[in-house]
C-alpha cells in the first residue's frame, strides 16, 4: 500500500503563508480494476497547527475549509479519473513552538474511495520501513502526511 503524503520540499517556513500539496494514490482492492470503477471520492485533512486561508479546487474536485480543516469532494458526474490526485491547501504556518531548526506537524486525512471504502491516513507513529496494511504500530491506520516548518 503507497502512503498519502504532503508534498512539501525542505519545510515551510513559519509565520508565513505557503502552499501544502497532497497527493492521494489510487489503490483498488483488486489490480488491475479500472479506475472508472474505482477512484478517489473525496479527502478530508486535519491541519490542527495550522490557519487554512484556503483550498483549491481542480476540475474534478470542489473544497471547502475552516480554519483547521479542509475537504475536497469530487464533483457529481466528473469523469476524470486518475491514479493519483493532487491537492492544494494554502495556510498559515505556525510560529509558536518551532524551535531554531525545525518542527513537525501531523496532518491527519482521511480518504474515501467510490465504492463507499475508507483509508484513515491518521497515525502519528514514525517508523522506518513502516507498513500502513500490517500490524500497529502503522496499521490499520497509515501514517499522518507529515509537515516540516522551520524557523522564520
Same mark, same amino acid.
Given at each position: 500500500m503507497a502512503s498519502a503524503s504532503a508534498h512539501v520540499r525542505g519545510g515551510l517556513?513559519?509565520?508565513?503563508?505557503?502552499?501544502?500539496?497532497?497527493?492521494?494514490?489510487?489503490?483498488p482492492p483488486v489490480a488491475g480494476t479500472p479506475l472508472s470503477?474505482?477512484?478517489?471520492?473525496s479527502l478530508a485533512v486535519s491541519l490542527p497547527d495550522f490557519t487554512v486561508k484556503r483550498c483549491l479546487p481542480t476540475p474534478e474536485f470542489t473544497c471547502t475549509f475552516d480554519?483547521?480543516?479542509?475537504?475536497?469532494?469530487?464533483?457529481?458526474?466528473?469523469?476524470?479519473f486518475q491514479a493519483v490526485d493532487v491537492f492544494q491547501v494554502v495556510v498559515l504556518t505556525p510560529n509558536k513552538n518551532v524551535p531554531p531548526n525545525f518542527s513537525a506537524?501531523?496532518? =491527519?486525512? $482521511?480518504?474515501?474511495?467510490?465504492?463507499?471504502s475508507v483509508v484513515k491516513w491518521a497515525s502519528t507513529t514514525v517508523a522506518q520501513d513502516c507498513d500502513p496494511g500490517g500490524?500497529?504500530?502503522?496499521?490499520?491506520?497509515?501514517?499522518? =502526511?507529515? $509537515?516540516?516548518?522551520?524557523?522564520?
Open positions: 517556513l513559519g509565520n508565513s503563508i505557503q502552499t501544502i500539496t497532497y497527493s492521494e494514490p489510487v489503490e470503477k474505482f477512484h478517489n471520492r480554519a483547521h480543516h479542509v475537504k475536497w469532494k469530487r464533483n457529481q458526474g466528473s469523469r476524470l506537524f501531523f496532518t =491527519p486525512a $482521511i480518504q474515501k474511495y467510490s465504492d463507499g500490524p500497529p504500530p502503522c496499521g490499520p491506520e497509515g501514517p499522518a =502526511p507529515l $509537515i516540516r516548518v522551520i524557523a522564520h
